[in-house]
């Protein structure tokens, strides 16, 4: 599993919070006074150099009181610093460490990144039941992208025992918020029947959803193909599965190939023709006969 998921990751890093607009001034004072939440505001700002000149050193200084007191979303922060903060050292340690501090107080982000980390065993042992543990209270509390990661998990029986139904549950939790990376997986689940054939409509709706995003994709084109064939989701439409089955032929998908040279020989979509049939029959005994002998 990828942090982008090929989809699965972008970082779950969020700084803002919900404070009241102040001056720089106003933030110092406060923060020299120990106040947690003006420690962490100043130190984002620090940061982002929004109202001040960035200084990523000292923006970390004032966020890691405000964590050292206890704040959660703080020890969040530093658990992204030591992870992947910009000018500023990385160590994996004391990122899951700091991560911990806020999962433990219920912080859903912290959640996911600690799930990761132990997902990829980055400064602790890797363990996918854990992984699992805290994608599972992550997903819970509304983040998609451990809503996503969690469906994975379920999917390949990682940390947990295989559960496909939950997979498409988590995964479709995870796009109906909008996470695209969860489209492919879900997709490939009802496409192949793991929610019955009343879930093919879905799965035809999120294959036409697929191609507006990667209209080249021929694995894409073929699965298009064969749901206008065999009317899964839509209604038959030999001419339409015809196209489609062109179309990724063309983008040298080899099972296309063969399907459409068989096409071609029957008369299905299109007007028989034993010359196309051998030409399309060719290429993909051709490819066929190359990607034996290239492994």
């Given at each position: 599993m990828k942090r982008s998921f090929g989809c699965i990751l972008i970082a779950f890093f969020i700084?803002?919070?919900?404070?009241?607009?102040?001056?720089?001034?106003?933030?110092?004072?406060?923060?020299?006074?120990?106040?947690a939440n003006a420690q962490l505001e100043l130190?984002?700002?620090l940061y982002d150099g929004k109202g001040v000149a960035k200084n990523a050193a000292v923006a970390k200084t004032w966020i890691e009181k405000a964590a050292k007191q206890g704040l959660a979303h703080a020890e969040y922060i530093m658990g992204y610093f030591y992870r992947y903060g910009e000018d500023l050292p990385h160590d994996n340690a004391l990122a899951v460490e700091w991560y911990r501090r806020a999962a433990m107080k219920g912080h859903a982000q912290a959640q996911g990144e600690l799930a990761f980390m132990y997902y990829m065993g980055s400064g602790v042992e890797q363990s996918y039941e854990n992984s699992v543990y805290w994608y599972q209270k992550s997903a819970e509390a509304g983040e998609d992208f451990a809503q996503h990661s969690l469906g994975y998990l379920y999917m390949k029986g990682l940390g947990v025992e295989e559960n496909l139904q939950k997979a498409i549950f988590w995964f479709r939790k995870s796009v109906a918020q909008g996470y695209e990376s969860s489209k492919h997986h879900l997709f490939g689940l009802l496409y192949d029947g793991y929610d019955g054939p009343e879930a093919y409509p879905e799965a035809f709706r999120l294959l036409n959803e697929l191609l507006q995003k990667d209209s080249d994709n021929d694995e894409y084109m073929y699965k298009m193909a064969t749901m206008y064939y065999d009317g899964m989701g839509v209604k038959q439409d030999f001419k339409e599965a015809f196209l489609w089955m062109q179309k990724s032929a063309e983008a040298d998908n080899?099972?296309?190939?063969?399907?459409?040279?068989?096409?071609y020989f029957i008369g299905i979509g299109v007007e028989p023709d034993s010359l196309m049939g051998n030409y399309w029959y060719e290429i993909w005994e051709e490819n066929e006969y190359y990607n034996y002998w290239s492994w």
């Open positions: 700084f803002s919070v919900m404070l009241p607009a102040q001056s720089i001034s106003e933030l110092e004072r406060k923060a020299n006074a120990g106040d130190g984002i700002s080899t099972d296309a190939q063969y399907e459409l040279a068989r096409m």
